[in-house]
């Protein structure tokens, strides 16, 4: 009976499996189990996590929605004879079956997170980097296009990842955030009415003493009278600590509580820390000077692209998300997960101004974020280079640090919203050297691969058959393209529908639709923005993933 069943031995090879089965050995048999295979191998390898022997979820998504991607066990009812036998079919361990289990639809386009994962391995290879990790966002949902991590692995073969390999670190790690702090200052001190972005402040030449302590600015730099927005253009650490002044502590920590740091985001995966946020009633004068430079607060990468997204998103925050749906076997969308508004921050005005301020860190040519600049595209973003702590001597260290670019583009409208760090970087350790280029060349590459409307001469998107993610369908467009969605001579975009909003849609534009496949549109042909064909045939190709 079941009661008395156990395992031998378990994920055999065939041959062995053939040999058992030859020598009919009563009491042995050989079962047949499911195993769980990713086909994209390391692609986004820390997201979607893995499962153990058991088909249980271990880590990543695999995980958290264990769940619904294993269906819930269903207790079966046996008719027994006189002599109490069960009455049942002759089937193998028949006490239960599994009931109805989904697939995940993922807000993760598996082509943005290729590029992303290729881009910052060959950054972290290039710096001679302990390791890194990047993130792209949607600022105005929250959807999650890519996460990578550096260290990846390979989820087919989790018996063999370490556990220090396997974490992912943009949600579980926690950082001082150094410069990258200092735009959510600044939008307190605008929102507050404090300063304003003509306002200037004595920068003491490069030296500040607050109690104890001398506050310098980075390399050393010697800064006379700066302007608001020149604080934030050169970095300037003094400049921060006078504005923080002028705000407040109790105001700024409430605003740093508003951006969401000191508690998780929310993101619906596995292993999210909160960082660590002081009680503004035990911040001494010092704490609140280095604070408004990101030192002495921990912040986990996820907070910080969420935070910049809110400021992206015309100062609303927006949760992140993972998943937009479950899908069953057929098909069909069963449950659909829709962005999540967290609350608003600052004013639209204010966000604005911000992004405007933002843009001179990228855009001049003595900003210290020139290296992120894309060509005809206005980019506001920050860079960051924060110290690391040594516990052994109780300090900073000098020479390990994070370097850090976030930035969101076009900065008069944005759509995408981007973070990348480099831990350690043995080469050129400074944010704006080492971070903002690969920030500059992801962002570039998205323009170039995928159709967008970004650019003043948008290009044309190129045929992709669209990678899959297990359980997943590559279905996210990277961003809407409005012209095709208001000129009703242009092709308009699909990806991402389901075959009952394509018909809609097709119907609205007078367009004939030939459906290929189910789930969610990959690809289509003619292409997005594409002018009309003659015959108003569009193809659209839908996946459902496996």
């Given at each position: 009976?079941?009661?008395?069943?156990?395992?031998?031995?378990?994920?055999?090879?065939?041959?062995?499996?053939?040999?058992?089965?030859?020598?009919?050995?009563?009491?042995?048999?050989?079962?047949?189990?499911?195993?769980?295979?990713?086909?994209?191998?390391?692609?986004?390898?820390?997201?979607i996590g893995f499962v153990g022997s058991d088909a249980v979820g271990?880590?990543?998504?695999?995980?958290?929605?264990?769940?619904?991607?294993?269906?819930?066990?269903?207790?079966?009812?046996?008719?027994?004879?006189?002599?109490?036998?069960?009455?049942?079919?002759?089937?193998?361990?028949?006490?239960?079956?599994?009931?109805?289990?989904?697939?995940?639809?993922?807000?993760?386009?598996?082509?943005i997170q290729h590029l992303v994962e290729s881009h910052l391995k060959a950054a972290v290879k290039a710096k001679g980097a302990k390791g890194g990790y990047a993130i792209v966002m949607d600022p105005r949902s929250g959807e999650i296009l890519a996460l990578a991590n550096e260290m990846g692995f390979d989820p087919n073969k989790f018996s063999e990842v370490n556990p220090a390999t396997g974490k992912n670190k943009a949600i579980t790690d926690c950082f001082d955030p150094g410069s990258t702090f200092k735009p959510f200052l600044a939008a307190a001190a605008l929102e507050e009415g404090v300063v304003k972005t003509t306002d200037t402040f004595n920068c003491e030449n490069g030296a500040y003493r607050i109690a104890d302590r001398v506050i310098h600015e980075a390399q050393r730099k010697r800064h006379g009278t700066l302007s608001f927005r020149e604080i934030l253009k050169y970095s300037s650490n003094i400049g921060s600590v006078k504005v923080g002044e002028k705000l407040g502590k109790e105001t700024f920590y409430d605003y740093?509580?508003?951006?969401?740091?000191?508690?998780?985001?929310?993101?619906?995966?596995?292993?999210?820390?909160?960082?660590?946020?002081?009680?503004?009633?035990?911040?001494?004068?010092?704490?609140?000077?280095?604070?408004?430079?990101?030192?002495?607060?921990?912040?986990?990468?996820?907070?910080?692209?969420?935070?910049?997204?809110?400021?992206?998103?015309?100062?609303?925050?927006?949760?992140?998300?993972?998943?937009?749906?479950?899908?069953?076997?057929?098909?069909?969308?069963?449950?659909?997960?829709?962005?999540?508004?967290?609350?608003?921050?600052?004013?639209?005005?204010?966000?604005?101004?911000?992004?405007?301020?933002?843009?001179?860190?990228?855009?001049?040519?003595?900003g210290t974020g020139k290296h992120a600049r894309i060509v005809n595209i206005a980019v506001a973003g920050k860079t960051g280079t924060s110290q690391k702590f040594d516990f052994s001597r109780h300090a900073y260290s000098s020479e390990r640090v994070k370097t850090s670019f976030m930035g969101f583009f076009p900065a008069e409208d944005p759509q995408l919203s981007i973070l990348v760090i480099l831990d350690e970087p043995q080469r050129d350790k400074w944010g704006g050297v080492a971070a903002a280029p690969v920030f500059r060349e992801i962002g570039e590459q998205l323009l170039t691969r995928f159709r967008t409307n970004l650019r003043d001469n948008p290009v044309q998107e190129e045929e992709h058959p669209g990678m899959k993610v297990n359980l997943v369908s590559a279905s996210v467009p990277l961003v809407a393209d409005k012209t095709a969605e208001t000129d009703d001579s242009l092709t308009p975009d699909f990806r991402g529908m389901t075959i009952r909003e394509v018909l809609k849609k097709s119907k609205e534009k007078g367009l004939k639709a030939r459906i290929i496949g189910s789930g969610w549109a990959t690809s289509q042909k003619p292409a997005a923005g594409a002018p009309m064909p003659n015959d108003r045939l569009c193809t659209v190709t839908f996946s459902v993933g496996s």
């Amino acid at each position: 009976g079941v009661k008395n069943f156990c395992w031998i031995a378990r994920r055999i090879a065939p041959e062995q499996a053939a040999r058992v089965t030859e020598a009919n050995i009563e009491g042995v048999f050989i079962i047949k189990e499911p195993k769980r295979f990713y086909p994209s191998g390391e692609l986004a390898g820390h997201l979607i996590g893995f499962v153990g022997s058991d088909a249980v979820g271990l880590e990543g998504l695999e995980l958290k929605y264990d769940k619904q991607l294993r269906g819930t066990p269903e207790k079966l009812q046996w008719t027994r004879d006189a002599k109490g036998k069960k009455l049942y079919p002759r089937v193998k361990r028949p006490e239960s079956t599994v009931g109805e289990n989904y697939n995940l639809i993922l807000t993760i386009d598996s082509r943005i997170q290729h590029l992303v994962e290729s881009h910052l391995k060959a950054a972290v290879k290039a710096k001679g980097a302990k390791g890194g990790y990047a993130i792209v966002m949607d600022p105005r949902s929250g959807e999650i296009l890519a996460l990578a991590n550096e260290m990846g692995f390979d989820p087919n073969k989790f018996s063999e990842v370490n556990p220090a390999t396997g974490k992912n670190k943009a949600i579980t790690d926690c950082f001082d955030p150094g410069s990258t702090f200092k735009p959510f200052l600044a939008a307190a001190a605008l929102e507050e009415g404090v300063v304003k972005t003509t306002d200037t402040f004595n920068c003491e030449n490069g030296a500040y003493r607050i109690a104890d302590r001398v506050i310098h600015e980075a390399q050393r730099k010697r800064h006379g009278t700066l302007s608001f927005r020149e604080i934030l253009k050169y970095s300037s650490n003094i400049g921060s600590v006078k504005v923080g002044e002028k705000l407040g502590k109790e105001t700024f920590y409430d605003y740093i509580r508003k951006f969401g740091f000191g508690a998780k985001t929310g993101i619906d995966l596995p292993g999210e820390v909160s960082g660590l946020l002081r009680p503004v009633e035990k911040w001494t004068r010092v704490d609140a000077s280095t604070i408004a430079f990101g030192q002495g607060i921990s912040v986990t990468a996820i907070q910080l692209i969420t935070a910049l997204s809110a400021i992206a998103n015309q100062g609303v925050l927006m949760k992140p998300f993972i998943v937009k749906g479950l899908m069953d076997r057929k098909g069909k969308i069963v449950q659909t997960y829709h962005p999540t508004v967290i609350r608003r921050v600052v004013s639209p005005e204010t966000a604005k101004t911000l992004a405007s301020i933002l843009t001179d860190v990228v855009g001049a040519k003595d900003g210290t974020g020139k290296h992120a600049r894309i060509v005809n595209i206005a980019v506001a973003g920050k860079t960051g280079t924060s110290q690391k702590f040594d516990f052994s001597r109780h300090a900073y260290s000098s020479e390990r640090v994070k370097t850090s670019f976030m930035g969101f583009f076009p900065a008069e409208d944005p759509q995408l919203s981007i973070l990348v760090i480099l831990d350690e970087p043995q080469r050129d350790k400074w944010g704006g050297v080492a971070a903002a280029p690969v920030f500059r060349e992801i962002g570039e590459q998205l323009l170039t691969r995928f159709r967008t409307n970004l650019r003043d001469n948008p290009v044309q998107e190129e045929e992709h058959p669209g990678m899959k993610v297990n359980l997943v369908s590559a279905s996210v467009p990277l961003v809407a393209d409005k012209t095709a969605e208001t000129d009703d001579s242009l092709t308009p975009d699909f990806r991402g529908m389901t075959i009952r909003e394509v018909l809609k849609k097709s119907k609205e534009k007078g367009l004939k639709a030939r459906i290929i496949g189910s789930g969610w549109a990959t690809s289509q042909k003619p292409a997005a923005g594409a002018p009309m064909p003659n015959d108003r045939l569009c193809t659209v190709t839908f996946s459902v993933g496996s």
